[in-house]
């Protein structure tokens, strides 16, 4: 109950796409839905955050849909350049937990 | 401002050895928590330290420790390594427990 599922595992988009990563999970409790972006020897970086009482939310080229009911959400990146990419992981946190379950990851590619 | 900083950035360890890694945290921020990131296993929560306490862990066996300061700086101690703990540990710190994790460039430990 405690997992996040990502998919799909890697991603290739021509260079102007829309690229698209999803996740699900399942522990109702979850109340913070954070996406991260890791580059090669680096941390992973907060790039778009969302909490469930909000069906989406949009910052710049990220855009995060949110499905409580279905308990699936998406990151998607519009107009995608190759600086895009990277690693993607979507996480979970239950309140005061101190505590993301990650995602497996999504290698993303996009091709100039 | 200053981000999370992690030292080493690398460390080669024999079998058997012991290991302690630093973090400091972004001024502030009282919620300290580490993961363990291999390529198998992918981003795994380690504990979590809020107030010099910790409030959470996760399922690693009891090798792995941590400790945080007055300061909010946290360090972790692996014992007794294994050449299954050669991985990225990332630590990030948050002003609170429920959002906004900033993650340091992590301590990329070799066990040989």
């Keep these: 109950q405690q997992q996040v599922k990502q998919s799909p595992q890697s991603l290739i988009v021509q260079k102007g796409g829309i690229s698209i990563i999803n996740c699900a999970y399942e522990n109702t409790a979850f109340d913070y839905f954070p996406w991260y972006q890791q580059f090669p020897g680096k941390g992973p970086a907060l790039l778009i955050a969302i909490r469930p009482d909000v069906s989406e939310k949009k910052e710049g080229r990220f855009t995060i849909s949110f499905n409580k009911s279905a308990k699936q959400f998406s990151l998607h990146i519009m107009d995608s350049q190759p600086g895009d990419s990277a690693t993607y992981f979507c996480a979970a946190s239950g309140r005061n937990t101190g505590k993301l379950i990650f995602g497996q990851g999504t290698t993303l590619q996009v091709k100039p | ?112």
Aim: hydrophobic content about 25%; charged content about 15%; glycine content about 10%.
């Design chain 2, 1 to 112: 401002k200053a981000g999370v900083t992690q030292t080493p950035r690398y460390l080669i360890k024999t079998r058997g050895q012991q290991v302690t890694l630093s973090c400091s945290p972004i001024s502030g921020h009282r919620s300290v928590s580490w993961y363990q990131q291999t390529p198998g296993q992918g981003l795994q929560f380690l504990f979590e330290y809020f107030s010099e306490t910790q409030r959470n862990k996760g399922n690693f066996p009891g090798r792995f420790s941590g400790r945080q300061f007055s300061n909010s700086r946290s360090e972790m101690n692996v014992s007794t390594l294994e050449l299954g703990d050669s991985a990225l540990y990332l630590c990030a710190s948050s002003r609170d427990r429920n959002y906004g994790y900033t993650f340091g460039s992590g301590t990329r430990l070799t066990v040989v």
